[in-house]
């Protein structure tokens, strides 16, 4: 069975910085891509990046861009995002998604999310 | 970036009626098109994929259809647990983008 699970959520100072994991378990980790889809409160959901199975290919939502870092270390089945200069619109759910395929795709499993709150 | 817009934004149905929800693409997504069920509090859960391909959680009372830029998931008798927002997904090209949602609600 496929499980994901965030972690790292907490409430951030604008300007500040956190880093968002996601530990897998239940397939073969290096094998496929991983993605983040975050949401805001009340609003709908939101692709912010991907990566692939062999960590490359890195790809950003234009508004995330030079402030969020997508990585992962295969050896602990964990898909990390580095996010930086947090700002109030950043405030959301993330989620680790599982791709399904190599390139553009949708999204069969979702991890519970973790929230992430940008206040002063 | 294709535009995913759809319509309506919220739909009052009674249990047992036909519920039809629309989502439209500002350019050709060909039928890499998904929807996806999310309840308050919960996690989205994939509905439909390849825009008609009903994923395995899913009873035959969900559908999909269209290809292009429109198309339309359609609940042939909604029960109490299908009461939910639904958004489609499109998956042509980077950046992957959202729909804003369509809320089923009860009438």
Not at chain 1, 33 to 41: C, D, K, L, N, T
Not at chain 1, 69 to 78: G, L, P, V, Y
Not at chain 2, 50 to 73: Q, V
Not at chain 2, 84 to 98: I, M
Request: aromatic letters at 12%.
């Amino acid at each position: 069975e496929v499980q994901l699970l965030e972690s790292g959520g907490d409430l951030v100072q604008p300007g500040g910085s956190l880093r968002l994991s996601c530990a897998a378990s239940g397939f073969t980790f290096s094998t496929y891509g991983m993605s983040w889809v975050r949401q805001a409160p009340g609003k709908g959901l939101e692709w912010i990046s991907s990566i692939a199975g062999s960590g490359g290919g890195a790809r950003y939502v234009d508004s995330v861009k030079g402030r969020f870092t997508i990585s992962r270390d295969n050896s602990k089945n964990t898909l990390y995002l580095q996010i930086n200069s947090l700002r109030a619109d950043d405030t959301a759910v993330y989620y680790c998604a599982k791709r399904i395929i190599a390139g553009p795709t949708y999204f069969e499993h979702w991890g519970q999310g973790t929230l992430v709150t940008v206040s002063s | 970036e294709i535009v995913m817009t759809q319509s309506p934004a919220t739909l009052s149905v009674s249990p047992g009626e036909r519920a039809t929800l629309s989502c439209r693409a500002s350019q050709s997504v060909s039928d890499n098109l998904a929807w996806y069920q999310q309840k308050p509090g919960q996690v989205p859960r994939l509905v439909i994929y390849g825009a008609s391909t009903r994923a395995t959680d899913f009873p035959a009372r969900f559908s999909g259809s269209g290809s292009g830029t429109e198309f339309t998931l359609t609940v042939s008798s909604l029960q109490s647990e299908d009461f939910a927002v639904y958004y489609c997904q499109q998956y042509d090209s980077w950046p992957l983008t959202f729909g804003g949602g369509t809320k089923v609600e009860i009438k």
